[in-house]
């Protein structure tokens, strides 16, 4: 290296960014090795070796720091985004380690305005909103577990008053944390809908295929085959005037019950809060005030949804679905519970092409179901779209719509955009008064003042149309 060690020295005490990728900082006293611009405590300089790569620090027994993300650096990914994504996953395991949005800032190596920025950027949300909905879901899985008292239990996740983790507990989850563990022991539970619920979109929307083996709506009510910890089951809802009434057959126990509750959440589109939307966009919004974007029931169905639509249109995607769910799902009573990745991953191809899949919708179906039963895939654990986005993409045949896609209807990201979707470029056309549909590039840029709600502008242009969305 051409620099002497003081200089160096100095450079890593300014926190010079322009040095990362020409040198390597070895702190001897704690075994790591940073990046020059690292925010960590700078250490002395008498326990300071420099190397000029990787090879060489670790040659000398070091490990890289988990603050700066000097190996992420040099895969040529973008350190920002690692050091976010493992301060969510810090924050996720041990909520009550951070009170505050300034800590999160700390674990990420960044300060607190430019975390805001990384965190509407890459999740779609801001910290105090994540550190609260993890806090909530910290709470939910003690209760799960049958651990600790309802009297301590917000204290444990990193609430400092009662009433306000009753507060935000209710608020998460439709239900008080008393009423969330007597569930737990039930077969059923009662939820308010959310405010200014567009019920009969709700339910034009889960109804749209008439013949579907895995969904029904009768009247008021929506009933939905799926697997509940491990076991089939039908969750029904019942609309009354403002509320809604779950029941679970078929499936028991605790687990099952609180999958059941985070099943109905993500049909009810409850975290999915339109005034944001309609306050900055009052012209698309209006007429259709409560609009919200509905969940698949998990990742993985939207997954498998979004590849059976690529490149067909709705009437015979539709038909691929029942035939799938006919050959792998599980029958509960006069449904299909919609197939978990295993079941389709053990299929032949052959089964699939005798059901009119092509070749290659059948290889990226069997591609991606293996490689979510096998583990490489965890859709669940996926905490930035960005990070998301990447898995996604690595997937054989899952390009940027498909990927949108499930983004937005399987992982709750609120500001995607399905770039190619034919719908979306007509009501764009439309609601622009366009001479043609646009393409790629002009989607997207006819879309950017509407972030970062764009998820939600996507299903009111879709609205627009008059038909019912995907």
């Known amino acids: 290296m051409r620099w002497s060690d003081e200089h160096l020295y100095e450079r890593i005490l300014a926190k010079d960014a322009s040095f990362n990728g020409r040198v390597l900082t ?33 040659a000398a027994g070091l490990r890289p720091c988990k603050r700066c ?63 609260q909905r993890a806090r909530i879901q910290a709470a939910c899985a003690r209760l799960d577990a049958g651990e600790g ?8 996740v990193g609430f400092e008053s009662p009433s306000g983790f009753h507060e935000a507990f209710r608020r998460q989850t439709g239900l008080a944390p008393g009423a969330y563990r007597d569930m737990l022991g039930s077969d059923r539970f009662t939820l308010p809908l959310p405010e ?40 029904s809802l ?47 919004a209006r007429s259709r005030e409560g609009l919200r974007v509905p969940l698949t029931l998990d990742p993985f169905e939207a997954l498998v949804w979004a590849i059976l639509g690529q490149q067909v249109n709705l009437a015979f995607a539709y038909a691929l679905r029942r035939d799938l769910l006919r050959l792998t799902g599980t029958p509960v009573g006069d449904l299909m519970a919609h197939p978990e990745a295993k079941s389709i991953a053990a299929l032949d191809i052959g089964e699939l092409l005798a059901r009119r899949f092509s070749r290659r919708k059948a290889e990226y179906l069997l591609n991606a ?17 960005t990070g998301a986005g990447k898995a996604l993409l690595a997937l054989r045949g899952c390009g940027p719509w498909t990927a949108q896609y499930v983004l937005m209807r399987g992982l709750g990201f609120r500001d995607c955009v399905p770039v190619g979707d034919a719908a979306l470029t007509l009501a764009l056309q439309r609601w622009f008064k366009l001479d043609a549909r646009p393409d790629g590039p ?9 972030a970062p709600h764009r998820s939600l502008a996507t299903f009111h242009l879709w609205a627009s149309l008059k038909g019912v969305p995907a």
């Not at 979109?201 to 697997?227: I, M, Q, W, Y």
Request: hydrophobic letters at 45%; charged letters at 25%; one cysteine or more.
């Open 442 to 450: 002009a989607t997207t840029r006819l879309m950017a003042p509407f």
């Open 238 to 284: 019942a609309f009354d005037s403002g509320s809604v009434s779950v029941s679970l057959e078929g499936a028991h126990g605790a687990s099952a019950m609180a999958e059941a509750h985070r099943a109905a959440l993500r049909l009810l589109a409850w975290h999915g809060d339109p005034a944001p939307f309609e306050d900055a966009h009052p012209t698309l």
């Open 149 to 156: 008292s309802l009297l301590d239990l917000g204290a444990a």
């Open 26 to 58: 070895g702190v001897l006293t704690t075994g790591i090795y940073c990046l020059p611009s690292c925010p960590a405590r700078k250490p002395l300089a008498r326990n300071v070796r420099f190397f000029a790569d990787e090879a060489t620090a670790q």
């Open 196 to 235: 200014r619920t567009r019920l009969d979109d709700l339910l034009r929307f889960h109804g749209r295929d008439p013949e579907s083996v895995s969904e029904r709506v009768e009247g008021a009510t929506l009933r939905k085959a799926a697997h509940f910890a491990g076991k089939p089951g039908v969750l």
């Open 369 to 385: 179901a293996g490689k979510v039963a096998q583990g490489e895939l965890r859709l669940e654990g996926l905490l930035t779209a």
């Open 69 to 131: 993300r000097p190996d992420a650096f040099y895969r040529g990914e973008d350190a920002d985004l690692a050091r976010l994504e493992d301060a969510m996953a810090q924050a996720v395991a041990d909520p009550a380690a951070f009170q505050e949005a300034g800590a999160l800032a700390e674990a990420a190596g960044v300060g607190l305005t430019k975390l805001k920025l990384l965190f509407r950027d890459h999740a779609h949300t801001q910290p105090a909103a994540f550190l």
